[in-house]
């Protein structure tokens, strides 16, 4: 039982992970805001992740020009 229940709590954990690995929106190194769907999301690589645009224009971001 205690097995059932150790893997249960790994698995919602790493599912967890997952989705902390794909934020809403991106703010990269130079403050530009950048939402999933546009052009440069992927990209990038180095940001702070928000879970909406306006959190990241409040944190100091700018949407992208």
């Not at 991106?26 to 992927?42: A, F, G, L, T």
């Not at 645009?53 to 020009?65: A, F, H, V, Y």
């Amino acid at each position: 039982m205690k097995k059932v229940i150790l893997l249960l709590f790994l698995l919602i954990v790493g599912c967890d992970n997952i989705q902390n690995n794909s934020p809403n929106v991106k703010k990269s190194i130079s403050n530009i805001c950048h939402e999933k769907e546009s052009q440069y999301y992927i990209q990038t690589k180095k940001y702070d992740s928000f879970s909406s645009i306006e959190d990241c224009l409040n944190s100091g971001g700018r949407l992208p020009k």
